[in-house]
């Protein structure tokens, strides 16, 4: 098939004049997600127009886009004739009057813009948009991007935004209950949180800043464990958080790295088999956190589970489905 992928064209925090690519330089969870779907797509023979990431790498059967205004998007998506759309956007770079079969994934909380031929990252997150009839895939992962180790440091892993809603605070004060330092990598643009974080666990925390390529394969292939305290307070705009997809799972896992989780939105539906779940909320003290470091599984067992139900190829056929059954509909 030809499939257009429809990215959100952000520009990266580090230097603005760049745009973030696919994949990312750093943070960028849903760039990561379409570099692993395309991985999966071009593997099983497919050809793929990316849209909204200029500066991409291209490859064999794999076009890349300067396009990153709805405008210009409408004219590549004319040139390059595609027998599907695969929105990441939210309708941000979709043209106004869109003929083509499109489907689109949603990756935020609550209702998308567009609801047609929509598909959710967990049923979490499904249930939120009032969507019970969509299809579930979840996020891929492509083991060939990630650095294995069965060999640890002792040391904690937060990976991600240091923001309210995705539970930096609750990973340090459970690095602090079980004596052991914790590195903090993504980006900070919440300055007096962070302030906040590092002056309660000053002997805890190193904060790294974003971090991509090789230094941040190494981080999660080295860490102990990673922590995914997801919140459902304190989300963007003040709204309530419902963690969606959490690439970042995946990724550990691929990695050998267990991650011990909240249960907000996805977390409670991917992380048993690769870690441990605690609910929010609940208090931590010394002898628990040792006690759900002690219980993680294996890096062998994380890395399989990982490869079973998260490996590349494997969704990215679930989407060929989505995309062929959505391509006959519009047919019919």
């Known amino acids: 098939m030809r499939i257009a992928m429809l990215i959100p064209p952000f520009r990266y925090g580090a230097d603005p004049t760049q745009w973030i690519t696919v994949p990312p330089q750093g943070y960028g969870g849903i760039q990561w997600m379409a570099a692993t779907l395309i991985d999966g797509l071009l593997e099983l023979g497919h050809d793929v127009l990316l849209l909204g990431a200029p500066g991409s790498p291209a490859r064999r059967r794999l076009t890349v886009s300067e396009a990153t205004t709805r405008a210009e998007v409408t004219d590549a998506l004319d040139a390059w004739s595609p027998e599907i759309v695969h929105d990441h956007s939210n309708t941000e770079l979709l043209p106004e009057i869109e003929t083509r079969p499109t489907v689109s994934t949603h990756h935020l909380n609550g209702i998308p813009a567009r609801r047609h031929n929509g598909v959710y990252l967990s049923r979490a997150q499904r249930q939120a948009a009032d969507a019970d009839k969509a299809p579930v895939i979840r996020i891929p992962v492509n083991p060939a991007r990630c650095t294995y180790s069965e060999a640890k440091d002792d040391y904690l892993l937060f990976l991600g935004r ?5 539970g930096p605070y609750q990973a340090a004060a459970f690095a602090c209950a079980a004596g052991l330092p914790i590195k903090i990598a993504g980006p900070a643009w919440e300055s007096d949180y962070l302030h906040q974080l590092l002056s309660d666990f000053p002997d805890t925390v190193e904060y790294l800043g974003e971090v991509g390529g090789t230094d941040r394969a190494r981080l999660l292939a080295r860490a102990r464990a990673l922590l ?3 919140q459902t307070h304190g989300g963007p705009f003040g709204g309530r958080w ?16 267990p991650v011990i989780g909240s249960d907000n939105g996805c977390l409670s539906e991917i992380i048993p088999g690769v870690g441990i779940v605690i609910p929010e909320g609940t208090p931590i003290d010394r002898a628990q956190a040792r006690a759900a470091l002690t ?19 494997r969704i990215a056929a679930c989407y060929v489905s989505v995309y062929q059954r959505t391509t006959q509909q519009s047919r019919s």
Request: no cysteine; aromatic share 2%; glycine share 6%.
């Open 228 to 230: 995914a305290l997801s």
């Open 162 to 166: 240091v923001s309210v809603h995705k």
């Open 295 to 313: 219980a993680l599984p294996s890096p062998a067992h994380v890395r399989e589970q990982a490869q079973h139900r998260w490996g590349h190829r």
């Open 242 to 257: 419902i963690e969606p997809g959490a690439t970042v799972v995946s990724e550990a896992a691929a990695s050998g790295t």
